[in-house]
């Protein structure tokens, strides 16, 4: 993920299984575009510890979180589950 939009700005990289704070550590709420390298779905979250609103990206997503993702500048925690998932 990344601070800015098109996948430019500061980088943060998630290998964390399960759910993880390191946004709201490293660059909470300024996550602008994310990409999902992971073999399965992952969650950001608004909140910490996996609360609040949420997006689900599929394998091989990417994308910018403003405009009609309505994600901008939100996320605050992340999650990878450990299984097969899909997007509601
Ligand atoms: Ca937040």
């Known amino acids: 993920m990344w601070t800015g939009k098109d996948f430019k700005g500061q980088r943060l990289?998630?290998?964390h299984i399960g759910v993880s704070n390191v946004i709201a550590?490293?660059?909470n709420n300024?996550?602008?575009?994310?990409?999902?390298h992971y073999k399965f779905t992952a969650w950001l979250y608004e909140k910490r510890n996996?609360?609040?609103?949420?997006?689900?990206?599929?394998?091989?997503g990417q994308t910018n979180?403003?405009?009609?993702f309505?994600?901008?500048?939100e996320a605050s925690?992340?999650?990878l589950p450990d299984?097969?998932?899909?997007c509601i």
């Open 13 to 15: 990289v998630i290998t």
């Open 25 to 27: 550590d490293v660059m």
């Open 30 to 36: 300024e996550v602008s575009s994310v990409k999902n």
């Open 50 to 60: 996996a609360e609040g609103g949420n997006i689900c990206l599929q394998s091989g």
């Open 65 to 68: 979180l403003g405009g009609s």
């Open 70 to 73: 309505g994600f901008n500048n």
């Open 77 to 79: 925690s992340s999650r």
């Open 83 to 86: 299984h097969a998932n899909t």
